[in-house]
């Protein structure tokens, strides 16, 4: 990966993931599906977004 791919995971991603997982556990009711859903979104778009840069600075 590059450097701004690293600059987007450490000062962007990070942040807003605990953000949402601060969110999702404000719930009074406790309900985790939320906190699995989120999980789930999060390494789907880890692998998207890993395999899109590989693509791009792969030699041609």
């Known amino acids: 990966m590059n450097a701004m791919s690293f600059f987007f995971f450490g000062l962007m991603l990070i942040p807003f993931v605990l953000f949402l997982i601060w969110l999702v ?3 009074k009711n ?3 599906i939320g906190l699995v859903v ?3 979104a ?3 778009a ?3 977004a890993i395999n899109v840069d590989l693509k791009f600075m792969s030699p041609q």
């Open 46 to 48: 880890a692998y998207v």
């Open 42 to 44: 999060i390494i789907i």
């Open 25 to 27: 556990r404000q719930d």
């Open 30 to 32: 406790k309900n985790y």
């Open 38 to 40: 989120l999980a789930i």
